[in-house]
């Protein structure tokens, strides 16, 4: 299994509403990762777990809260979003911890694209 | 801030030819270099990863690398228009601790 598996591909929701965006994958990779990427513009990092652990936040709002179940689920939690929060979320992960060998050949999941109403 | 540039485009490219794709970043001390494939719609694809300088080829991919000139390029031979996508350049800063630096894609366009 090479594949980062992500769900829902599509979801849209109110301004008031909760959600989860779930990813999941089966390659043994220990490092997983949350990006967000607007229209025509690079990936942005969000978020990086590493050996289950949140190594990164780069500086997101609380409104998004980010889950590492275990190594191979990450979810992200939705909670008043804004409609400039309407986006690609994409998943990824890689096969060694952040800064060692192999880290950051990412492997990235289909993407849960994003629109708040 | 370490950035990382690249050309927007879009860069046309008649079927059959080399495209010539290009990225510059700023940071001297930058270690491991990607380039990733985007098709509209879809999430990024590794293309080709490089370390050291010189050149390294996959099929009809070829990527160069330049620490001294903080350069680094990819060359598609034979091009078809299937290649025609967005490729976002990506960087490891120096110390690898901050995960990637995307460039903002050069979107080719293959020309049947």
């Known amino acids: 299994d090479t594949e980062v598996t992500q769900t829902p591909k599509h979801l849209v929701m109110g301004m008031t509403n909760k959600k989860s965006l779930k990813c999941e994958q089966h390659?043994?990779?220990?490092?997983m990762y949350w990006y967000k990427q607007k229209a025509k513009k690079p990936p942005e990092l969000m978020f990086v777990?590493?050996?289950?652990?949140?190594?990164i936040n780069e500086s997101v709002p609380s409104r998004f809260s980010p889950e590492c179940p275990n190594s191979s689920l990450l979810n992200l939690h939705l909670h008043a979003l804004q409609p400039e929060d309407s986006a690609l979320y994409l998943c990824?992960?890689?096969?060694?911890?952040?800064?060692?060998?192999?880290?950051?050949?990412?492997?990235f999941g289909a993407g849960s694209r994003l629109t708040v109403l | 801030q370490k950035e990382v540039e690249q050309n927007s485009g879009p860069l046309s490219v008649p079927e059959g030819a080399i495209a010539s794709l290009n990225c510059t970043y700023s940071?001297?001390?930058?270690?491991?270099f990607f380039w990733y494939r985007q098709y509209s719609g879809k999430s990024p694809e590794l293309i080709m990863s490089?370390?050291?300088?010189g050149d390294k080829e996959d099929g009809r991919f070829t990527a160069q690398l330049n620490k001294a000139s903080q350069y680094v390029s990819l060359l598609i031979r034979d091009s078809q228009p299937s290649d025609s996508a967005t490729y976002l350049c990506a960087v490891v800063p120096g110390g690898g601790a901050d995960g990637l630096t995307f460039g903002k894609g050069t979107h080719l366009i293959i020309q049947p």
């Open positions: 390659m043994g990779h220990r490092a």
């Open positions: 940071d001297r001390g930058s270690q491991s």
């Open positions: 777990y590493s050996y289950e652990k949140l190594s």
């Open positions: 490089i370390y050291s300088n």
């Open positions: 990824a992960s890689s096969q060694a911890y952040l800064g060692g060998l192999g880290a950051n050949v990412l492997t």
